[in-house]
């Protein structure tokens, strides 16, 4: 039997053994597995990426990036979710390519070519002299005179799309259960916290598993 159509099946058992309301997911970080448990039965196992426990500083901050242990709940489910990274992301981007960090400022700033970056309708974008606006790709970073510009919360240019998968399940404190477009990290310590589950166990989970569930993570 191939392995989809068999991971398949697999599923559908699952649901058909679910008892909703005695529902409780588990996750394991060393066996990086997650677990659906109904009662005393263990419906459903899916492998899991975790946090890979490392340490950035720069410019007098730091993050531990961890999983974090103990009793957390469901507190929404999305679909479609929107990532918007935090300052460590591009920072992380400008440390890979030896490049500087700098945040762009709501009334935009003046490059050395003489153009400026601004901001207008939540979008960045250029303006070179005697050229009108330009807009910026908004799915690529702003690099600009040997530096990493963060842009703005609420720009379009802080909201990345697809990254995280088709659903999210919210654990909180920025902490959750989603996809991934790195498929190879399922099964390993590789995520900044949250934690990552293939598509096809993402969607069981989406569907079976309700708001308010309980999360154990050891």
């Known amino acids: 039997m191939p392995p989809r159509l068999s991971r398949n099946l697999a599923l559908q058992r699952a649901t058909q053994q679910l008892d909703k309301s005695r529902l409780r997911l588990v ?12 009662g005393r039965d263990t419906v459903f196992r899916a492998p899991v990426g975790v946090a890979h426990g490392l340490r950035l500083a720069f410019g007098g901050r730091s993050w531990r990036f961890q999983t ?19 300052d460590w992301h591009y920072i992380e981007t400008a440390l890979v390519y030896g490049l500087r960090v700098a945040k762009l400022p709501s009334k935009g700033v003046s490059l050395r070519t003489g153009a ?7 979008v960045v974008g250029i ?14 970073h702003l690099v600009f005179d040997g530096r990493v510009f963060i842009p703005p919360v609420g720009t379009l240019n802080r909201r990345v799309t697809e990254s995280l998968g088709e659903y999210a399940l919210d654990l909180g404190g920025g902490y959750l259960i989603h996809g991934t477009s790195n498929k190879a990290s399922i099964g ?14 993402l969607m069981w989970l989406f569907e079976n598993v309700p708001v308010g569930t309980p999360v154990l993570i050891h």
């Open 188 to 201: 390993q310590a590789a995520s900044h916290g949250c934690i990552r589950v293939d598509d096809d166990d």
């Open 27 to 38: 996750v394991s970080l060393r066996n990086r597995r997650l677990s659906a448990v109904s």
């Open 127 to 140: 303006v070179r002299p005697g050229a009108q606006f330009a807009m910026l790709p908004t799915d690529e």
């Open 68 to 86: 974090p242990r103990g009793t957390r709940r469901v507190l929404r489910k999305t679909a479609n979710p929107v990532w918007t990274p935090p």
């Open 116 to 122: 400026k970056l601004v901001i207008r309708d939540s």
